[in-house]
């Protein structure tokens, strides 16, 4: 199940037309058709749509595809392009395992895409840098 699906399931279950189901999230109708046909959703409207429907935010992020449902280190390698894993130490991959164990960061990584991959894994180093001055952990 996808984003576009959950919106159409739950259209179908609660009987919703797309104007209704905008109501209910504060959306416009045209935006819920744009995600009912496949549009990805913005963090904003998941929260929106979050808050209307009841359901909870970090399913709506999974099935957005802004959260893994599979824990980070085993999709550590296909979630970084190798050019930034080779940038990084075995110190910052280890951080970088429990930083995207949590659900919030999880997004970070996940808008880091936009990156290059020299930004990437300086900004990896600048993180870990903070939170170990900071003696911060990362959880």
Same mark, same amino acid.
Request: avoid cysteine.
């Given at each position: 199940m996808d984003f576009a699906d959950f919106i159409n399931g739950y259209m179908d279950k609660n009987n919703l037309s797309y104007r209704k189901m905008g109501e209910l999230c504060s959306i416009s109708?045209? %935006?819920?058709?744009r995600l009912a046909k496949g549009k990805e959703p913005s963090i904003k409207t998941i929260d929106k749509i979050s808050q209307g429907t009841e359901v909870?935010?970090?399913r709506l992020l999974k099935l957005a595809g802004y959260l893994e449902d599979d824990t980070a280190d085993k999709n550590l390698n296909q979630q970084?392009? %190798?050019?930034v894993l080779k940038l990084l130490g075995e110190e910052e991959l280890?951080?970088?395992i429990e930083l995207s164990q949590d659900d919030q960061r999880q997004i970070l990584l996940k808008e880091s895409k936009k990156l290059s991959d020299e930004d990437l894994a300086?900004?990896?180093?600048i993180i870990k840098?903070?939170?170990t %001055?900071?003696?911060v952990p990362p959880k």
């Open positions: 109708h045209a %935006e819920i058709s909870a935010r970090n970084l392009p %190798e050019e280890d951080f970088l300086k900004i990896i180093k840098t903070f939170a %001055e900071d003696d």
